[in-house]
């Protein structure tokens, strides 16, 4: 299991990072291995068909992987995606989004993560296998 959040610590605005922080994502369980973010979906991020736009799929993961790297360095570092690979399973439709990240490896240079992307149904919908290069501190 995982180390559930409090409402109050589930949710940081990330200074300077104006789209990452409009998808409104929420850590909201911390495990051994990376972490459980919510997702609320909301008609913006909707397709023409009704369901959750590929794209946005795709942010989610990116996003999701890098809390679980920020959980496995044990803090910010600077760091950016080097690789992003997802495969759609299924619409995605409903109130939120759970993503679970499982940290494969955090190195000191790459760090590769895997993102499995749950419907509100908690249906496997999407996984993304997520790299990050870390940079050198500014």
Known sequence: MGQALSPANCFAIIPGMAFENSLALRVVRKHRDGVTVDFPLRSEFLNGNGVLHGGV?????????????????????????????????????????????YVLRAGKTLSVTRVDLLDAERRLSAVAIVTYMLLAPK
Not at 86 to 98: E, H, M
């Open 57 to 101: 799929i795709a942010a989610i993961a990116d996003e999701a992987a890098w809390h679980g790297l920020v959980h496995a360095h044990q803090g910010h570092r600077e760091m950016t995606t080097t690789e992003l690979k997802v495969n759609y399973l299924r619409p995605i439709a409903g109130k939120k989004v759970v993503a679970r990240v």
